[in-house]
């Protein structure tokens, strides 16, 4: 199994968890992850040409064109560090994506964590940030030990612009639009694996595991 090379995509709703099951799956597998939210992130917070007009395209509230990011990622996977595999995290993004990567990248397999747009709605839209220091907590999942009150620095605690209801719901619509035809061109290849994202998170990666036929 050592030898073996994996290419591994996660897909998956917001608040599926996804990039959590990414990292699980990476140190498992010891893989080097490329999660795109915090790579551009890091780009733009070390100033670089990529990050100034990710920055940009942020501020403007758009998405990154396409080709541009078809551009980038070939060029992070072209480095040494991903030649014995990868695994992805928020990328591809949609169909015309998807094809691009495999020009870059043979893809292994695709892995769906699946949840239901109403718990994808429960799950953000119960989040709750500390202005100050940054914690998220869950009013349900994991709330602060005093009401709407930040446990490390007693700040009073904000739903994000980006954890609305209405926010969640735009974004769900997008994601169907964007998302659904990727995950049936990847199901018609054989290269989908399905996992039930509503259960608890080591659940979750031992269903993964167990489906990606490895020995725990
Ligand atoms: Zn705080």
Redesign the pocket.
């Known amino acids: 199994m050592k030898n073996r090379i994996f290419n591994i995509i996660f897909l998956g709703h917001q608040g599926s968890g996804k990039g959590t099951q990414a990292e699980l799956l990476g140190k498992k597998l010891n893989l080097p992850i490329l999660a795109m939210g915090d790579f551009f992130r890091r780009e733009i917070s070390v100033g670089t040409e990529i990050g100034k007009m990710a920055e940009i395209i942020n501020n403007r509230g758009e998405l990154m064109p396409d080709n541009i990011t078809n551009k980038i990622v070939a060029g992070e996977l072209a480095k040494k560090e991903y030649k014995n595999g990868i695994i992805l995290d928020g990328f591809p993004r949609n169909l015309i994506q998807a094809k691009a990567l495999e020009e870059a990248l043979k893809t292994t397999l695709a892995i769906l964590v699946n949840i239901s747009d109403k718990e994808s709605i429960t799950r953000i839209s119960g989040r709750r940030t ?1 202005p ?4 998220v907590y869950h009013i349900k999942y994991n709330p602060p030990v005093r009401e709407n009150i ?1 446990d ?2 007693s ?1 009073k605690l904000i739903i994000r612009a980006d954890d609305t209801e209405e926010a969640i719901k735009r974004r769900l619509e997008i994601y169907h639009e964007e998302t659904e035809p990727m995950i049936y061109y990847y199901k018609q290849r054989g290269l989908l694996l399905e996992v039930n994202g509503e259960q608890p998170i080591e659940k979750v990666h031992e269903e993964i595991i167990k489906k990606l036929n490895i020995a725990h």
């Open positions: 500390c100050a220091c940054g914690m930040c490390r620095c700040e």
